[in-house]
């Protein structure tokens, strides 16, 4: 099926009204279904491309977040404690945010009393939630000791979730954290990270806009970031139900 086929679906739903802009931003999405393959085979993309395919990548992706976990934990060894690992998973998101305007998970990102956290990513480390075929448990082990540690070997070509931008996103956290302990990076989350707020003892989600803020972006270019992602969630959404 191509991509004028599934768009002249869309249009058939009562629900869609579809923009120029609407088609565009499909357009693009339909064009990640390829992209993958490109990564593959180590094709370069320009900066404004690669913040774009930042944008369209930016909906929950159960595999891609746990090819990130394994990765981040090999880095260290064979096991990482659970919150150090969710803080540099966290601290991924913010910093593809600042490079490319989407997190790479596309995970809702949460205040709670130890830091900011990826509140589906959480769920899983925790077992609160069930793996899908090839996600979490096929890449991580369950929490023993309020540590987590990786099934299997990782090597990079396995990695099919994440592509070469992904990988470079990784290895600059890991060069300004992986050296952290579980309690030094849990501290830099608390005072580096102005979206986190203390929920004292609760929970409360983080805004995008409230991170891009942070970030150091102005209030309208972080609501237009924002919207980006809300409106690429949708999209993905909508395709999951064609």
Known sequence: MNCRTILARISLLPQIRPTSAFIQMAEFWLFRLNLLSLQSLNVSFSPPLR???GVIASMFNER??????????????ERMSHLKLMKLLYLADREAMAQYG?????????????????????????GDTESAENGWEAWISDK???????????????????????????DDVWKKFGH??????????????PEWKDPRGSSAPIEYE???????????QANELAANIEAERSIDRLFATL
Request: hydrophobic share 45%; net charge negative.
């Open 51 to 53: 913040t774009l395919i």
């Open 64 to 77: 891609k977040v746990a090819q990130m976990a394994a990765y981040l934990i090999s880095k260290e060894g």
């Open 102 to 126: 989407a997190p790479l998970s596309g995970d809702r990102l949460v205040s709670m009393p130890h830091g900011p956290v990826l509140s589906m990513t959480l769920n899983l480390m925790d």
């Open 144 to 170: 023993e000791n309020h540590e987590i540690a990786i099934v299997r070997p990782i090597v990079r070509n396995q990695l099919n979730e994440l592509s070469a931008a992904d990988i470079d996103v990784l």
């Open 180 to 193: 952290m302990s579980k309690w030094e990076i849990r501290d830099y989350s608390h005072t580096h990270c």
């Open 210 to 220: 409230d991170v891009f803020v942070a970030l150091g972006r102005t209030h309208d």
